[in-house]
Nanobody, 123 residues
């Protein structure tokens, strides 16, 4: 099976992007899916997570980012609004290896990762 992240690009501060994480070979609805990001010189950090209808966000993106899932398209989305230069990073989607909620930020809880898509926020 595979996870394919897409939708990154160059955007000005205050702009918006929508990232997609398309799954093949398994049903996304059966698993928790997380979005992570890694900026140059920084550790990977959890951005958002969706599982069993519950949604979680990092404090730094709360009220600006929205995670959603389209089961018909087997795709999870991350709508990113009011983007800031500090949002610049490679964004990855990942499938949780077990049922998790409060531990969603811990990357070792994810066994399968997409290839990443670059988001650059700059004027």
């Amino acid at each position: 099976f595979q996870l394919q992240a897409s939708g990154g690009g160059l955007v000005q501060p205050g702009g918006s992007l929508r990232l997609s994480c398309a799954a093949s070979g398994f049903d996304l609805d059966d698993y928790g899916i997380g979005w992570f990001r890694q900026a140059p010189g920084k550790e990977r950090e959890g951005v958002s997570y969706i599982n069993v209808g519950r949604k979680f966000y990092a404090n730094s993106v709360k009220d600006r980012f929205t995670i959603s899932r389209d089961n018909a398209k087997n795709t999870v989305y991350l709508q990113m609004n009011n983007l800031k230069p500090e949002d610049t990073a490679i964004y990855y989607c990942a499938r949780a290896s077990r049922l998790i909620f409060s531990e969603w930020r811990n990357s070792p809880n994810y066994a399968h990762w997409g290839q990443g898509t670059l988001v650059t926020v700059s004027s």
